[in-house]
């Protein structure tokens, strides 16, 4: 499957709509129970010792031999298949927590394995047809019994008709803060993103669900990830609250050697916003899921990296070492800059990772990739270690994500970027001899409210190429904040350059780092 196949649920997934247009389902107790089964025994190092035999064997491509009438279902035929509630998933035990399950058919056409964990024990969990509600389908509820499911959703007790995290297609999966708003994804691991090659997708091939205990309030989920590539054991724990949390541990089995990986990889989209129109050929002013990459350096350094949509694909390696976390983040929440009250960009949640050890050498990697419109997830951000991953070695590592409106906030002190904008430089009524691009930045936040314009707040501006001019810093009272402009004179060259802004006061750095990378028009294009 490609990456605009898998990705293509961006409008309707990613635009916050209802989970209604998927369909989940739970299984009869004959099917789970323990009493129907004496189940296998189960625990995450026999997971991982599986991972690891899986590794040293040559890859098994999943049969996919679904009957031509799911593989051939359009997109509006499969919103029909709709969940029946009934048949939720420990619907009828004190739980907190239910699950319903993707049906296959569409883009989800390779069968994952689905198993409930109970007292140690894995009970496999088989399809059942008549759990889903076909619509107009006529048919397919009479289609053979050994189909599977495609992924899975997951309810909670403060309101089980809408569902808060998802596991579907491959190895992504997503979830929502107090908004209830689906946005962008997150996956098991990445290869070969952003290369002129093939990208490799891993697929979580079988889940295990742990049954929670009366009174439980997070979630346990095993996954076994698998490609030509590598096998995987992951291991997450799902606290939902304001902020859904999800702690992950997993190891990582390589088959081949692995140069350009992900780890913790994010999906996204951006189509159009106050710093990049190059696609603004919608009526509504902004079109995006998130408008920044956030960073926080091993050295304790804040970084700020607007997204674009550039005419070309776009990489960025942002070098640290033992990043302390990253993230994309949709800091804008003013409804009157999108002007939408279909899918609602406003309430998309952000998504910050903290890995929970020292993740050495390597870059956070961005790519950002062109688009015409909203269907299609074009940013990707992840972790890339500096060292190629090597077959017959198990790599360890764990870290946290956050899902929400709110991220946390390690560093309250700093003033964040509120808005970053862009237009031809120069001086209002003076005639422009030569081009200039105008940059402004907007930050609040942090001490900034405090201070005025005598205070002395200066913006420190620097640029790979060209020169910087009409530098300037001043209080920006809309938003109890500063605002710094300048003008990049990029010189004949149309190479790209690296921005880089804060304000500081005396040697005191007042705000998070803004960067940008800036790509000068041929000359010939540069009206001024």
Not at 462 to 476: D, K, M, N, V
Request: no cysteine; glycine share 8%.
């Amino acid at each position: 499957m490609d990456r605009r196949s898998l990705l293509k649920l961006g409008l309707a997934l990613g635009a916050g709509l209802p989970f209604t247009l998927t369909v989940g389902s739970g299984v009869r107790a004959s099917a789970h129970s323990p009493s129907a089964s004496a189940g296998q025994p189960f625990s995450y190092d026999w997971l991982r010792e599986h991972a690891r035999e899986l590794s040293a064997r040559d890859y098994q491509p999943a049969s996919n031999d679904l009957p031509a009438r799911l593989t051939a279902l359009n997109w509006d035929q499969y919103q029909q298949i709709r969940y029946r509630p009934d048949q939720a998933l420990w619907r009828n035990r004190d739980s907190a927590f239910q699950i319903q399950f993707f049906h296959p058919g569409l883009y989800f056409l390779e069968p994952v394995k689905f198993f409930e964990l109970v007292d140690g024990r894995a009970h496999k969990i088989g399809y059942e047809s008549d759990h889903f509600d076909y619509g107009d389908n006529a048919g397919l509820a009479e289609l053979s019994p050994d189909l599977h499911y495609a992924g899975f959703r997951l309810h909670f007790h403060q309101d089980f008709d809408r569902d808060l995290a998802a596991f579907l297609g491959a190895s992504y999966f997503r979830a929502v803060g107090e908004s209830r708003q689906y946005g962008l994804s997150a996956r098991g691991f990445a290869v070969d993103t952003g290369l002129p090659v093939a990208e490799e997708f891993p697929r979580f091939r079988t889940f295990w669900l742990q049954r929670p205990e009366p009174g439980d309030l997070h979630l346990t989920v095993f996954a076994l990830l698998d490609s030509p590539g590598l096998t995987g054991a992951y291991r997450f724990v799902i606290h939902p609250g304001r902020n859904l949390d999800m702690a992950v541990s997993a190891s990582i089995f390589p088959r081949t050697p692995l140069h350009r990986f992900g780890v913790a990889p994010l999906t996204s989209m951006y189509q159009t916003g106050e710093n990049d129109r190059r696609m603004a050929t919608d009526w509504r002013p902004e079109i995006h899921d998130s408008d920044g990459l956030a960073i926080w350096r091993g050295n304790g350094e804040r970084l700020w990296r607007p997204l674009t949509n550039p005419a070309n694909l776009r990489v960025s390696h942002f070098v640290d070492t033992g990043p302390r976390g990253f993230g994309l983040f949709q800091r804008d929440r003013n409804f009157d800059h999108y002007q939408d009250d279909g899918v609602f960009y406003d309430r998309r949640p952000s998504l910050w990772v903290e890995p929970g050890e020292d993740w050495g050498e390597g870059a956070v990697l961005l790519v950002e990739i062109p688009t015409r419109d909203e269907t299609f997830d074009n940013i990707v951000a992840f972790w890339n270690p500096a060292r190629a991953w090597l077959p017959g070695n198990e790599y360890p590592l764990s870290y946290r994500l956050t899902w929400g409106e709110k991220m946390p906030d390690q560093a309250q002190e700093l003033a964040r970027v509120r808005a970053t904008r862009t237009g031809i430089g120069g001086v209002v009524g003076q005639p422009r001899t030569y081009f200039s691009r105008r940059f402004a930045v907007d930050f609040s936040g942090g001490t900034l409210a405090m201070l005025d314009a005598e205070a002395g707040v200066e913006a420190v501006v620097s640029a790979s190429r060209g020169r910087t001019e009409l530098i300037s810093a001043r209080p920006l009272h809309a938003l109890d904040g500063f605002r710094a402009m300048f003008d990049l004179v990029p010189g004949d060259d149309t190479d790209p350059i690296e921005l880089r802004l804060y304000l500081k006061l005396g040697n005191q750095a007042l705000t998070e780092t803004w960067l940008y990378q800036y790509i000068p028009p041929e000359p010939e294009h540069r009206n001024f």
